[in-house]
Nanobody
Framework: QVQLVESGGGLVQPGGSLRLSCEAS????????MGWYRQAPGKERELVAG???????NYADSVKGRFTIYRDNAKNTVYLQMNSLKPEDTAVYYC???????????????WGQGTQVTVSS
């Protein structure tokens, strides 16, 4: 059984910073791409940032220059450093990872439970 557990969300003032963490645990043979998505009330879930197993990252235009995604493969963990936060960044943030649970398995996508980020004064 594979689990993704997120942490680090909360309430922050505009211009502030937060760091989200997502650790994958359970039966894991290998992890390919990992990423962060977010969903604001009444909106579709959108990709915020993704990172390959080799460390190549991509970002949504709305967060470029403010957010940084990185990973620690030894800890099966992906991070999202969020700086210069804006009220429009308010959303539930979800971690996603493509994981191969066993050597004979295919890669499958897994989701975390989500963590709330609220940017407000």
């Amino acid at each position: 059984q594979v689990q993704l557990v997120e942490s680090g969300g909360g309430l922050v003032q505009p211009g502030g910073s937060l760091r989200l963490s997502c650790e994958a645990s359970g039966s894991i043979f290998s992890i390919d791409a990992m990423g962060w998505y977010r969903q604001a009330p009444g909106k579709e879930r959108e990709l915020v940032a993704g990172i390959t197993s080799g460390g190549s990252a991509n970002y949504a235009d709305s967060v470029k220059g403010r957010f940084t995604i990185y990973r620690d493969n030894a800890k099966n963990t992906v991070y999202l450093q969020m700086n210069s936060l804006k009220p429009e960044d308010t959303a539930v943030y979800y971690c996603n990872a493509n994981i191969r649970p066993y050597f004979y398995s295919r890669y499958e996508g897994y989701w975390g439970q989500g963590t709330q980020v609220t940017v407000s004064s």
